[in-house]
Nanobody
Protein backbone atom coordinates (compact mmCIF):
# COMPACT_ATOMS: atom_id res chain seq x y z
CA UNK A 1 0.00 0.00 0.00
CA UNK A 2 1.07 3.55 -0.76
CA UNK A 3 -0.48 6.65 0.76
CA UNK A 4 -0.28 9.85 -1.25
CA UNK A 5 -0.94 13.34 0.08
CA UNK A 6 -1.01 16.36 -2.21
CA UNK A 7 -0.43 19.96 -1.19
CA UNK A 8 0.24 23.33 -2.76
CA UNK A 9 -3.05 24.07 -4.48
CA UNK A 10 -4.76 27.42 -4.25
CA UNK A 11 -6.02 30.48 -6.08
CA UNK A 12 -3.75 32.18 -8.58
CA UNK A 13 -4.19 34.74 -11.33
CA UNK A 14 -3.76 33.82 -14.95
CA UNK A 15 -0.09 33.92 -15.89
CA UNK A 16 0.98 33.00 -12.38
CA UNK A 17 2.72 29.94 -11.00
CA UNK A 18 2.11 27.25 -8.41
CA UNK A 19 4.09 24.24 -7.26
CA UNK A 20 2.23 21.15 -6.19
CA UNK A 21 3.80 18.53 -3.96
CA UNK A 22 2.83 14.94 -3.30
CA UNK A 23 4.40 13.06 -0.42
CA UNK A 24 4.27 9.28 -0.42
CA UNK A 25 4.43 6.86 2.48
CA UNK A 26 4.22 3.13 2.75
CA UNK A 27 6.12 1.01 0.25
CA UNK A 28 9.44 2.27 -1.18
CA UNK A 29 8.80 5.41 -3.23
CA UNK A 30 11.39 4.50 -5.84
CA UNK A 31 9.33 1.42 -6.71
CA UNK A 32 6.73 3.57 -8.43
CA UNK A 33 6.24 5.60 -11.52
CA UNK A 34 4.56 8.83 -10.42
CA UNK A 35 2.01 10.88 -12.27
CA UNK A 36 -0.26 13.88 -12.04
CA UNK A 37 -3.82 13.95 -13.32
CA UNK A 38 -6.52 16.59 -13.08
CA UNK A 39 -10.28 16.79 -13.14
CA UNK A 40 -12.16 19.94 -13.98
CA UNK A 41 -15.80 20.41 -12.94
CA UNK A 42 -18.08 18.33 -15.13
CA UNK A 43 -15.19 16.69 -16.97
CA UNK A 44 -13.40 13.37 -16.82
CA UNK A 45 -10.08 12.98 -15.05
CA UNK A 46 -7.24 13.56 -17.50
CA UNK A 47 -3.55 12.84 -17.66
CA UNK A 48 -1.16 15.73 -17.01
CA UNK A 49 2.38 14.39 -16.56
CA UNK A 50 4.38 11.32 -15.57
CA UNK A 51 7.91 10.64 -14.39
CA UNK A 52 9.79 7.36 -14.28
CA UNK A 53 11.36 5.84 -11.17
CA UNK A 54 14.75 7.48 -11.47
CA UNK A 55 13.46 10.82 -12.69
CA UNK A 56 15.37 10.52 -15.96
CA UNK A 57 12.30 10.41 -18.20
CA UNK A 58 9.12 12.49 -18.26
CA UNK A 59 6.08 12.84 -20.48
CA UNK A 60 3.44 15.56 -20.66
CA UNK A 61 -0.01 16.12 -22.02
CA UNK A 62 0.06 18.45 -25.00
CA UNK A 63 -2.04 21.00 -23.15
CA UNK A 64 0.65 21.55 -20.46
CA UNK A 65 3.88 20.79 -22.30
CA UNK A 66 6.31 23.69 -22.01
CA UNK A 67 4.43 25.20 -19.05
CA UNK A 68 4.46 22.41 -16.44
CA UNK A 69 7.42 20.45 -15.09
CA UNK A 70 7.23 17.21 -13.14
CA UNK A 71 10.11 16.18 -10.90
CA UNK A 72 10.76 13.87 -7.98
CA UNK A 73 13.03 13.68 -4.97
CA UNK A 74 13.38 10.02 -4.05
CA UNK A 75 15.20 10.88 -0.82
CA UNK A 76 12.15 12.86 0.30
CA UNK A 77 9.52 10.47 -1.14
CA UNK A 78 8.02 13.43 -2.95
CA UNK A 79 6.94 14.27 -6.48
CA UNK A 80 6.38 17.83 -7.64
CA UNK A 81 4.48 19.61 -10.36
CA UNK A 82 5.74 23.10 -11.16
CA UNK A 83 3.03 24.96 -13.04
CA UNK A 84 3.91 28.19 -14.85
CA UNK A 85 1.95 30.47 -17.16
CA UNK A 86 -1.28 29.19 -15.69
CA UNK A 87 -4.50 29.62 -17.62
CA UNK A 88 -8.13 29.62 -16.43
CA UNK A 89 -8.58 26.28 -18.23
CA UNK A 90 -6.00 24.76 -15.87
CA UNK A 91 -8.55 25.10 -13.07
CA UNK A 92 -9.14 21.61 -11.66
CA UNK A 93 -8.56 19.26 -8.79
CA UNK A 94 -5.05 17.86 -9.27
CA UNK A 95 -4.38 14.29 -8.24
CA UNK A 96 -1.10 12.54 -7.59
CA UNK A 97 -0.94 8.88 -8.56
CA UNK A 98 1.50 5.97 -8.36
CA UNK A 99 1.84 3.21 -10.90
CA UNK A 100 4.03 0.31 -11.87
CA UNK A 101 4.85 0.78 -15.55
CA UNK A 102 6.14 3.84 -17.39
CA UNK A 103 4.93 4.19 -20.94
CA UNK A 104 4.62 7.88 -21.64
CA UNK A 105 0.95 8.78 -21.82
CA UNK A 106 -0.76 7.17 -18.82
CA UNK A 107 -4.39 6.26 -18.45
CA UNK A 108 -6.42 6.31 -15.25
CA UNK A 109 -6.38 2.51 -15.23
CA UNK A 110 -2.57 2.44 -15.41
CA UNK A 111 -2.24 3.88 -11.90
CA UNK A 112 -2.52 1.82 -8.74
CA UNK A 113 -2.76 4.41 -5.97
CA UNK A 114 -4.30 7.87 -5.78
CA UNK A 115 -4.19 10.85 -3.49
CA UNK A 116 -7.31 12.80 -2.54
CA UNK A 117 -6.43 15.79 -4.67
CA UNK A 118 -5.68 19.47 -4.28
CA UNK A 119 -7.73 22.25 -5.87
CA UNK A 120 -6.11 24.71 -8.25
CA UNK A 121 -8.16 27.72 -9.29
CA UNK A 122 -6.86 30.11 -11.94
CA UNK A 123 -8.71 33.41 -12.20
CA UNK A 124 -8.84 35.45 -15.38
Amino acid sequence: QVQLVESGGGLVQAGGSLRLSCEASGRPFISYVMGWFRQAPGKEREFVAVINRSGSSTYYAASVKGRFTISRDNAKNTVYLQMNSLKPEDTAVYYCAAGTYYKGYMKYSDMDYWGKGTLVTVSS
